[in-house]
């Protein structure tokens, strides 16, 4: 039996797995870091037009700081976040992003004088300033209200990837690779660690560790039209469910993309529609301004989503032998543009899809972008209910994404949250009672359950073929758990995936091989999957309302007064065939900034009783405000400081709001 | 040859080997599939996969040609599987994996210890000149097209194409690659970061470094990013020269 021990062991080596494991390496503790593939090939790697940071650079983002980040944060997530979260993320997100750039990152950069752009379909000169030239250049996407989107071209994620993976090379961490955790170890209430299958040989292996942290990323392939990568299965989460201890935060809030590539579901950055792209329909009329008069093309997400599938269903798509699509123009951005900022788009464009965008319009429709729930933790990124086991990223629910995630307000939360988390992992390591003593009974027993699962796939008899059970599962969550939800067609959903994952358990291998087998990964990772698939669709069929992304038709506001809270699921017994839901409430009383309309989509919502209370608390201290500067302010609505890491507390700098020279 | 429906039927011929499995021979084997419209080989290998053979090992992550993943030799050229549009090449066609890397099985090869290596050796990070920096501070100012010039040698996805395709390093072990050499090229542009060219020279100023390149370039024909590899290589070549002469 081969136990290997270590500090901290993170299983996910994207943004925000590696910057933990940089910041707790730093103050000395051991690290390992566990990938599925090379870890610059990880999925953080996809995001491409960039990452939220209020650094007011640009003159289109003049004006922009924490605060107007966090409101923006806020009003996309449908009030659904945690707003002391946010705070700490909106905080952080400039460290972060000034900290990438002096590791080394080629941010875009600011050009002092005059320059054309695209707003609102029309050509407009602005002027950057003098003070801003070779300063990290902003751009506008969906629901912010100033361009707060620092970039590099539109290869952001791919950029930000190369110098944290190349940083944690110099910080000798080690990384393997096709190294899968399939359980983990714990005692229902403290985590030790995880049984980790290594891909190529097939053999077993415990990795105990005092800390362990779930950084693998989002769950899309749980739909048959997504845009993530084919690791992104969501197993890191799956296997903090199966504990029967950790909680899943808001499963059932599912992102989709407005503008992926059709049909393919290659993502098209968000950047295109952010840099002045507009979306069109079969007669070639610009229909977004006639949903959204007030943003446009550049409503969250969720937003631009529904209205195309709504613009769709009225007979407005373009047919094709794949199903209707609408059009993404991007050809009025012209071809120097496009060639070098928007230029994985131009490459995607040519390889996928035979279309050269500087010159014609590219066919797209919504899927499957983002998972906005996952291991739900307190604010130091910790497990409220399994000491020991930490999250962060899109593996999380952390929570500053409630029912709806912001374009590039993503990479920033990876990085962000690896920063503070890493932080108090840290903590967590140097203080003296979580010393890790683990009873190595519990580890071999770990173990030996493991191997028996798998022993048990390899030798079952079992007359079902799992690629078949995976693609039914796909199929299931994109036509009844999709876009538009209604009670009924839940219900068949959640019924349906009872079946399946009752059939998963009669699997049987053509392939019977121990070693590299993809058969064998293939099935025991669906056994998962369709957990994680009965979290989304029982919550989404037991949420009745519609907030954020979670979309009912047939109950179609936002109904504060019943569904301000958060769903935790949590997985009991190994033989049930639903998940256990539970609701925490979200007080109102607390909120910087109380529930109301978000600037775009519907207008009309249940209130909750404590809102109108806690808007007029709220008007009276802004009355009371005696001229204190918006620091202040904050500090008696909502007080956050106190919650960030000493090492990432204080003011950030811009051009507009310098800061004085320490003694 | 096309079916009644108009289609075309597929022969794809894959060099099968799997280390792992005790009494396994090289061989080539060969899957007929119907090509579907818009197909790729990631679509064609996932559809062999899932119904012919699930035994069959290949690697892909991103499927867009983004993370550097599915590199392999198509009909004998190393480039990236996933962006391979099935009606650009015949009836017939051949995929092996990539040489130089250890061979996991198949079609899929160990690209990450090879450039994890590769990176150690040639410190592959940002060298800081100061320790810490003040994360509440402005950023250090750069010129806009400065920036633009070291994304362009950034968006390497270390796929090893150029390393397959590489003369010198079917010959030499520890040869860095056109891979090796443009991350030195990058580093060296950046100003921020303290090394200086003679730092560089201890790192590639031999024949396992930027002397080891015989010029023939097919690093350069075969990048999927079309990184401008020739020209930083032979750049680099000539600085470290004159580092040499001293």
């Known amino acids: ?663 | 040859m096309k079916t009644e429906t108009g289609t075309r039927k597929l022969k794809i011929s894959i060099l099968r080997f799997n280390p792992q499995e005790p009494g396994s021979v090289p061989r080539m084997q060969t899957y007929e599939i119907d090509e579907a419209e818009n197909m790729t080989l990631f679509i064609a290998l996932m559809e062999i996969r899932e119904k012919q053979d699930p035994s069959l090992q290949f690697d892909f992550v991103c499927r867009a040609g983004i993370c550097g993943s599915c590199g392999m030799m198509i009909n004998g050229r190393p480039t990236l599987a996933c962006r391979t549009l099935t009606k650009d090449l015949g009836t017939e066609i051949s995929l092996a994996p990539l040489p130089v890397f250890e061979l996991i099985g198949d079609l899929s090869v160990d690209t990450g210890k090879w450039m994890r290596g590769m990176s150690e050796r040639l410190e592959t990070w940002l060298h800081m000149k100061e320790p810490e920096v003040d994360l509440g501070r402005l950023e250090e100012r750069m010129e806009p097209e400065l920036a633009e010039k070291i994304y362009e040698l950034d968006r390497c996805i270390e796929c090893g194409c150029c390393v397959a395709g590489c003369g010198t390093a079917r010959m030499r072990e520890d040869f860095v690659g056109a891979v090796g050499l443009n991350k030195i090229a990058r580093f060296r542009l950046d100003p921020r970061d303290r090394r200086d060219d003679a730092d560089y020279f201890e790192l590639i100023g031999d024949d396992d470094g930027v002397f080891g390149c015989m010029s023939l370039i097919a690093c350069h024909d075969v990048c999927p990013k079309e990184l401008p590899l020739a020209t930083q290589i032979a750049f680099l070549r000539r600085k470290m020269v004159s580092v040499g002469w001293k």
């Open chain 1, 1 to 663: 039996m081969k136990i290997i021990y270590t500090d901290v062991l993170v299983i996910g080596a994207g943004l925000a797995g590696l910057r933990i494991g940089i910041g707790a390496k730093r103050r000395g503790h051991d690290v390992i870091i566990l990938s599925l593939v090379p870890p610059k090939r990880s999925h953080s790697s996809a995001a491409q037009g960039g990452m939220q940071a209020s650094l007011a650079n640009v003159i289109k983002g003049q004006g922009d700081n924490e605060d107007v980040h966090f409101e923006d944060t806020v009003r996309g997530s449908d009030w659904g976040a945690d707003q002391q979260v946010v705070r700490m993320f909106v905080d952080t997100a400039p460290k972060a992003v000034r900290e990438l750039a002096a590791w080394g990152l080629p941010w875009s950069r600011v050009t002092r004088g005059d320059r054309e752009v695209i707003i609102n379909g029309q050509k407009v000169t602005i002027t950057e300033r003098d003070e801003a030239h070779g300063l990290i250049a902003q751009r506008a996407f969906g629901g912010t209200n100033k361009w707060r989107t620092c970039y590099v071209s539109d290869g952001t994620g791919h950029a930000m990837l190369t110098t944290m993976s190349d940083q944690a090379i110099a910080y000798q961490i080690p990384v393997p690779e096709r190294a899968e955790a399939i359980a983990l170890i714990h005692d229902g209430g403290r985590c030790y660690g995880a049984i980790v299958r290594n891909l190529v040989t097939g053999e077993l292996v415990a990795y105990v560790a005092k800390a362990t942290a779930i950084t693998g990323g989002g769950a899309g392939r749980l739909y048959r039209v997504t845009t993530n990568a084919v690791i992104s299965e969501g197993i890191p989460t799956a296997i903090a469910l199966e504990t029967g201890v950790a909680s899943l935060g808001n499963m059932e809030a599912v992102q989709f993309h407005p503008t992926p590539a059709f049909p393919a579901g290659i993502l098209l950055t968000e950047g295109a529609r952010g840099d002045g792209g507009l979306l069109k329909d079969v007669d070639g009329h610009r229909f977004m301004p006639d949903y959204e008069p007030e943003k446009k093309e550049l409503a969250s997400r969720d937003v631009v989503s529904r209205r195309m599938e709504e613009h769709i269903a009225k007979g407005k798509g373009v047919k094709s032998r794949f199903g209707d699509h609408l059009w993404l123009d991007i050809t009025l951005l012209g071809e120097h543009h496009v060639k070098h900022n928007l230029r994985e788009v131009y490459e995607i464009c040519h390889y996928f899809l035979g279309v050269d965008p500087v010159k014609e319009w590219v066919p797209v429709r919504p899927a499957q972008h983002y998972t906005m729930g996952g291991v739900r933790t307190n604010y130091t990124g910790e497990s409220p209910t399994l000491r020991g086991l930490f999250s962060a990223g899109e593996a999380a629910c952390w929570d500053m994404h409630g029912f709806n995630r912001l374009g590039g307000n993503s990479v920033a939360e990876t990085v962000a949250a690896g920063m503070i988390v890493g932080e108090f992992i840290a903590d967590f390591c140097e203080r003296s009672e979580n010393g890790a003593s683990i009873p190595t009974s519990l580890v071999e027993e770990a173990l030996r359950r493991e191997q028996a699962k798998i022993d048990a796939l390899i030798d079952s008899r079992g007359t079902e073929n799992a690629a078949t059970i995976m693609a039914e599962m796909q199929t299931i969550m994109s036509t009844k758990v999709g876009i538009f939800r209604t009670g009924k067609v839940l219900e068949e959903g959640v019924h349906e995936l009872q079946q399946l994952l009752l059939r998963s358990r009669n699997i049987g291998l053509r392939y019977k091989a121990r070693s590299a087998n993809p058969e064998l990964v293939t099935a025991y990772r669906v056994q998962k999957m369709l957990k994680m698939a009965l979290c989304i669709a029982y919550g989404a069929l037991q949420r009745t309302e519609s907030r954020g992304a979670h979309f009912r038709e047939d109950f179609p506001r936002r109904n504060d007064a019943e569904w301000l809270n958060r769903t935790l699921a949590t997985w009991k017994s190994e033989t049930d065939t639903l998940p256990s839901l539970a609701y925490e409430p979200i007080d109102v009383m607390k909120m910087e900034l109380p529930p109301g309309w978000r600037g775009y989509g519907a207008k009309d919502h249940i209130d909750h009783p404590d809102t109108a209370r806690r808007v007029a608390e709220i008007e009276a201290l802004k009355q009371q405000r005696d001229g204190a500067d918006r620091f202040a302010l904050q500090q008696k609505l909502m007080p956050y400081e106190q919650l960030l890491p000493e090492r990432f507390r204080g003011r950030n700098e811009r051009i507009d709001e310098i800061r004085e020279v320490r003694p």
